[in-house]
């Protein structure tokens, strides 16, 4: 049997039967007549498609019209709206969705991954045929922040989006400060409780919160996605000493995503940065996400939720079709795709900020002066300097002792990044310390 | 010399060229070509409307039609959407809102005192004239919570909205917090530096909240608006010592606005009330606001931005002007005005929560006794005490002494307001106390 549809009702594919695709049938089932009276109209979900048609997803499909095939579901004349679930930047979520699109569907998607490489190219063809092209799940979740920035912001010129776009690794983190528990520990906790993927390199190495930055650095800027361009920093590299240090100076340490006009183009980058503690951004913990915005009229903005999950990117889906149940549209970029403009990319030596600096340093004489020469050479001037005692005391700087090394933890006034990295190279090269440099870049909320 | 606008453009008129009307026209004349951009026409200044023609705003008003009356603008030939910035409940204000609506105009309104005492009727009002009726800059300035609560929760069920919304109470109760320096003296200092009103009382006094509150109410759960049904109490009360005693147990004090589901109706409160230390909620200091919003899918949602000032609220002003200008159309409370249900209120004495209790004891054998069983008899268990002697030491509880008032300061578990006050009543009547009592409640976030 199938669901007969009513005249004016607005007819759903959901294409993707995971944890977002159940999450979106059973939201359906749940709040279909409220979401009726709510935009005017039925909206029905008519045909699905998933990859093993006898898995048993705890849900009733048999009032579905089944689809063995993305894109013949796509095509189908029995949906208006195409939603793809499926994930992946090619392959059957790419080909499904341009089938879509060139059928005249609107299309509704979670897949940051496909919008990250083909964005702009997408959105182009939802606008020569008239469509949606709507994506809020793909960015942080139950976070509206895509409908934010297309239109309550659409009066603002906007200088700065960034925030914390990926769950596992501020889940991780969180933990590490929380427990003073290393990384490693605490991710092989994390993957044992579902927290983590068994392969994780995606969500701790700043790749996945990087899809999710390219989307919202075009949405900021007008500016063509640039997923290849974004300066990704993961989180494996950050210690326990690091998070110690942070929070006797008055920091957390947050895997932060970070959009920045510059006078030289657009800062794009993902990375470990530091964030002063009394702050609503540094108070978001575990999975929850979190996105700000600087804006010209608006101010500063911030909104927080959950990044993640079948609920939350559920409610999201489900927004974008009651914009269309609506007849709400706005282009997928905020502009037309034709006029976004080339990303230029501003160099990440050229950033400008503060730096959290640990060195181990040898304890012998002169050693620490040679790290401040280096410094000063490059016009890096400091703003406090903590050394740290094996047994973990707090001592003034004054290198006395010899041989074995101690933590050096500086903080830098706003300086260039390459000057900071030639510092660092050549401390490194002067053979006083004796592990790499630690440099973790402060990021001014 | 009057604008002459493309045969596609938006007009609008702005009546009321106060802070907010004169940042509608700024950011019109700085944005207006990307706005056009973006909404696909041209959104265009065409008819002002103020008391006073010749005060200078350091605008160039020439190329407006100017209007003394904003009934006439509202009924102008020249105008499709008119832009009510004049406030108050009634007169002009509503006078005109009215004639713009009689007369198949969209209406954008900040004015938060008219939705209040006239929303639903006035929103019926444009439903039947098939016009927008766009109020996203009446709650919580620069916050785009209308869109997110009309818009991006769609497919939720809301259990409760709840925030800091006004700027004024929440500077105030900042630097009490941050300078230790009683309510009057910091009061006087808002009030010279422009931060308070002359009569703060709307401000404080929580009526300014309480009217922001019955807009997110009727939102959240789709009741007619009941602005005179709020439960408000002001800050006027809140003393050092509270803040001190909430700082030692990890809370900060807020002026919350709280819009809640319960059993026996829903409650709607304003009320200083005191949140965890460590949540984003409790960072957000001085005149920012932040909403924050329990539903089923998305989960726990919150907003932090700027709640007032001409810029904030102006970006939101002309967000509701960009979704007229691209046909984009919503209920004004989400589902048509005639199916808003009647306001079922919950009696404060049915809330349930914790309490934070502040009593100035005489120190002498048994007060505390009888106190404690005040608090037994109504079922009322604690989970924590402090007992402070003059000199602000911290000590056990043991009254050895005699004679003068010691502050003795208790949180509560889960209880009913009603056994809270008859408690209170008790202990007061008992003239343990040479005080009344000091009763704040916690809400859990």
Chains 1, 2 share one sequence.
Not at 271 to 296: E, R, S
Request: charged residues 25%; aromatic residues 4%; contains cysteine.
């Amino acid at each position: 049997m199938t669901v007969t549809a009513s005249a004016n009702a607005l007819r759903i594919g959901v294409a993707g039967l995971g944890t977002v695709g159940c999450g979106v049938l059973r939201l359906m089932a749940r709040h279909g007549d409220v979401l009726a009276q709510r935009t005017g109209r039925p909206i029905v979900v008519t045909g699905i498609c998933a990859r093993d048609r006898r898995k048993d997803r705890g849900l009733d499909l048999h009032r579905f019209q089944w689809f063995d095939d993305p894109v013949e579901l796509a095509r189908s004349d029995a949906i208006d709206v195409f939603v793809e679930l499926i994930g992946g930047e090619n392959g059957p979520a790419r080909d499904a969705v341009e089938a879509a699109l060139e059928a005249g569907k609107h299309v509704v998607t979670a897949n940051k991954a496909l919008l990250a490489h083909h964005g702009a190219a997408l959105a182009a063809r939802a606008e020569e045929k008239g469509v949606a092209l709507n994506f809020e799940a793909a960015v942080a979740g139950g976070i509206p922040i895509v409908k934010v920035m297309r239109e309550s912001l659409a009066g603002n010129d906007i200088t700065r989006v960034y925030g914390i776009l990926n769950g596992t690794s501020n889940y991780i983190l969180s933990r590490m400060q929380q427990e003073g528990r290393p990384f490693a520990e605490v991710l092989a906790d994390a993957q044992a409780r579902g927290y983590a993927e068994a392969d994780p390199a995606f969500d701790i190495g700043g790749f996945d919160a990087a899809h999710k930055l390219s989307i919202l650095t075009s949405l900021a800027f007008g500016t063509q996605v640039s997923f290849d361009t974004v300066y990704v920093e993961g989180i494996e590299r950050i210690t326990p000493a690091d998070i110690e240090a942070a929070d006797e100076l008055g920091y957390r340490i947050k895997l932060l995503g970070v959009a920045l006009k510059t006078d030289s183009g657009i800062e794009q980058r993902v990375h470990p940065a530091m964030v002063a503690k009394h702050t609503a951004l540094a108070q978001v913990d575990g999975v929850t996400n979190c996105v700000a915005i600087d804006a010209d009229q608006a101010g500063s903005m911030m909104l927080i939720g959950r990044g993640a999950g079948a609920e939350p990117t559920a409610s999201s889906v489900v927004s974008d079709l009651a914009d269309i149940a609506r007849g709400n549209r706005v282009a997928p970029f905020l502009i037309p795709a034709r006029n976004l403009k080339p990303y230029t990319r501003a160099q990440m030596r050229a950033h400008e900020g503060g730096y959290y600096i640990r060195l181990s340093v040898y304890d012998r004489p002169g050693a620490f002066a040679a790290i401040a020469s280096r410094m000063a050479e490059q016009g890096i001037s400091l703003e406090s300097i903590v050394q740290r005692r094996k047994g973990g005391a707090r001592d003034a700087v004054h290198g006395d002792g010899q041989g074995a090394p101690t933590p050096v933890v500086m903080i830098t006034h706003r300086t260039m990044e390459d000057s900071m990295r030639k510092a660092l190279e050549a401390i490194e090269k002067d053979g006083h310390v004796d592990a790499p440099p630690q440099m973790i870049r402060i990021e001014r909320l």
